[in-house]
């Protein structure tokens, strides 16, 4: 005997954000960091804060840690991101 | 009624089985085949039209209808009478103190605990006694299951996909009981926060494992009490120091002494806070010295307040055991209380 069962999954793709359009180069660019302000994020950020710099010839870098590692970063940073020319949201753990 | 749901064919019960597993849908366990028949007695049960949306996931913004619950419940072998409550954890799970997107993708691997309260408990033949966190009842277990389920199909919340729980635990299987207000002179969890006791409700926790305590060598109230406070204090030294939502499943037989003492579960939440806490330095000797720093002093309590405690009276009639049940981590997720089938701040209609 047939059965016939319902789909259990949302059916509802959510509308995933597209990636801003690549850079060719990030020299002279601002580079924001969300960090979700973990122990191992310190050091990973500041050491990709200067291989940006000296590397890649990035003029700024802005860091921004989240008040709350668990969470989406807060109003007041997204605010902050269409002054920047890239994002890079890292998670460390 | 019209459900919107894709529907699937399958040639027999077997073939449902490999269907479902084949496409993620399960836990892993055998499903009930959610026919349309099944999924519209739920709806019907809980009065809801199958689009009645329970709720917006806030960090993908996915909505979250009713039929879509039904669906999973059915799966997890809820009967229609049981669908009431899957609709209020779902939603207390919704609200934004709860943190769900963070409580169910975090390393840390929490399982959200649902406690039961109100005239539902009987109705649905709960055993809130023997083996209370271990499939000791038909209702915890499939009530448990289904917000599982939910979680996995209608919010993707899979093993290694949005689910990053480095150990997990087994009470992302099921974990769900109720209290055992029958045997017990307290104040029920739900009273506390304020819902009637004519009133059903549901209490869900982002929660880490039980951890098992005993003491049956002692009647004095603050002698047993010791014993959990302890063993929150070992949470804390071994997993995490930040304050938050802890629960302490307190059995009949602890439970007794404790009552003829005339201690409430105020006066237990109040020792237990002075109780649980810990030096910072305490993590020097569990091979955690390079995070103390200079701040080795510091006194941190297991609770901001008492009211964080979540005392349960639950567990088997003899035995001096006891559990302690920790928060996923301190107080990012905050236990949510929920009536079930009512609307407590709903305007009465008009005349």
Excluded at chain 2, 237 to 260: C, D, F, M
Excluded at chain 2, 263 to 288: M, N
Aim: glycine share 8%; charged share 20%.
């Amino acid at each position: 005997m047939t059965l016939r069962v319902l789909d259990p999954s949302s059916e509802m793709a959510t509308a995933l954000g597209r990636p801003a359009p690549r850079m060719a180069s990030l020299q002279g660019k601002t580079v924001g960091f969300i960090s979700n302000g973990k122990e191992g994020t310190a050091a990973y950020f500041a050491h990709l804060d200067k291989m940006l710099r000296a590397e890649f010839g990035v003029a700024d870098v802005i860091m921004r840690v989240k008040s709350n590692y668990s969470a989406p970063a807060d109003p007041a940073i997204l605010e902050e991101i269409p002054q920047w020319d890239a994002v890079i949201s890292g998670i460390g753990d | 009624m019209q459900l919107a749901s894709k529907i699937h064919e399958a040639k027999d019960f077997n073939a449902v089985q490999e269907l479902y597993h084949s496409h993620g849908w399960t836990d892993g366990l055998p499903i009930v085949p959610p026919t349309a028949e099944a999924v519209e007695a739920c709806l019907e049960w809980a009065m809801m039209p199958p689009d009645q949306l329970i709720g917006i996931e806030p960090v993908r913004e996915r909505p979250i209808t009713v039929e879509k619950l039904a669906i999973n419940a059915v799966m997890a072998g809820c009967l229609p009478m049981h669908f009431p409550v899957v609709i209020a954890a779902t939603t207390a799970m919704l609200q934004p103190e709860f943190l769900l997107h963070g409580a169910t993708a975090s390393t840390g691997g929490c399982a959200v605990l649902l406690v039961l309260n109100g005239p539902i408990r009987q109705e649905l033949s709960t055993n809130p006694t023997f083996n209370v966190l271990g499939a000791s009842d038909r209702a915890t277990m499939v009530i448990g299951r289904a917000l599982r389920l939910i979680l996995i199909n209608v919010l993707d919340i899979r093993p290694g996909g949005i689910d990053r729980s480095t150990i997990g635990h087994p009470g992302k299987i099921s974990y769900c009981l109720a209290e055992d207000e029958d045997d017990s002179a307290w104040l029920s969890l739900a009273e506390q926060s304020g819902i009637p006791k004519e009133a059903s409700a549901v209490t869900v926790m982002a929660a880490g494992a039980p951890r098992q305590i005993m003491n049956e060598w002692t009647t004095e109230p603050k002698e047993i009490l010791e014993t959990f406070a302890a063993e929150i204090r070992a949470n804390m030294r071994h997993y995490s120091i930040w304050p938050g939502n802890y629960a302490i499943i307190v059995p009949k037989q602890l439970r007794e002494h404790l009552q003829t003492a005339g201690w409430s579960k105020a006066d237990i939440s109040e020792f237990i806070f002075e109780r649980a806490r810990i030096h910072r330095r305490e993590w020097a000797d569990v091979g955690k010295a390079s995070v103390v720093r200079d701040r080795g002093d510091t006194v941190y309590p297991a609770m901001d307040s008492p009211d964080q405690l979540l005392v349960i009276a639950a567990g088997g009639p003899a035995g001096g055991f006891g559990a302690v049940i920790p928060p996923w981590l301190g107080h990012k997720s905050h236990a949510v209380t929920m009536a079930i089938g009512v609307c407590m701040d709903c305007e009465p209609p008009k005349i």
